[in-house]
T-cell receptor, first 117, second 112 residues
């Protein structure tokens, strides 16, 4: 089955550090990937839609300069949290579906737990 | 704006019981509906996908139904096991390869 790999699984760093999270589709191609953020006991909130070869589409209220997204290939999207602060601490999850197949489910990575001290 | 609701937020049942998890959505113009499982601190595992033209999907002990006109879906779990303990999320898509709108999930605990 389709596998999405997300790395790293956990990051602990000091305030002001920039953190890059990778999302890879291992056995399929994805022109579109999605980045979500999840707060404790809350649902997943879509942050942005990552489009291969073009700019990402951000949801209302999400700072594009804060959360930089790059989707340079059909199998890799990266999310960079720039100058992270404690309020950016959260669980970040990416998802993708197989571009070559219609009506396919979204497959999710295992998430990245980001803790900013 | 699409809104997805899952009630109750938590459920505890004894092992072996059959159970139903409910999901409702406000906009019936959906492309598909997906049920996921999430274990603590982990990502999401896709359980079942129902296209808008379908009424139900089955996988093992799981059966998901969809009533698009009334904006409802149910996830039926037969003969529940302690290993089924997790949070179950319902999500709807409004277009092909489209972003998902999630409910807050139902945290299920199956007691041995």
């Amino acid at each position: 089955g389709a596998v999405v790999s997300q790395h790293p699984s956990r990051v602990i760093c000091k305030s002001g550090t920039s953190v890059k999270i990778e999302c890879r589709s291992l056995d399929f191609q994805a022109t579109t990937m999605f980045w979500y953020r999840q707060f404790p006991k809350k649902s997943l909130m879509l942050m942005a839609t990552s489009n291969e070869g073009s700019k990402a589409t951000y949801e209302q209220g999400v700072e594009k300069d804060k959360f930089l997204i790059n989707h340079a290939s059909l199998t890799l999207s990266t999310l960079t949290v720039t100058s992270a602060h404690p309020e950016d601490s959260s669980f970040y999850i990416c998802s993708a579906s197989d571009t070559g197949e219609s009506n396919q489910p979204q497959h999710f990575g295992d998430g990245t737990r980001l803790s900013i001290l | 704006k699409q809104e997805v609701t899952q009630i109750p937020a938590a459920l505890s049942v004894p092992e072996g019981e059959n159970l139903v998890l409910n999901c409702s959505f406000t906009d019936s113009a959906i492309y598909n509906l997906q049920w996921f499982r999430q274990d603590p601190g982990k990502g999401l595992t896709s359980l079942l996908l129902i296209q808008s033209s379908q009424r139900e999907q089955t996988s093992g002990r799981l059966n998901a139904s969809l009533d698009k006109s009334s904006g409802r879906s149910t996830l039926y779990i037969a003969a529940s096991q302690p290993g089924d303990s997790a949070t179950y999320l319902c999500a709807v898509a409004t277009g092909a390869n489209s972003k998902l709108t999630f409910g807050k999930g139902i945290t299920l605990s199956v007691r041995p």
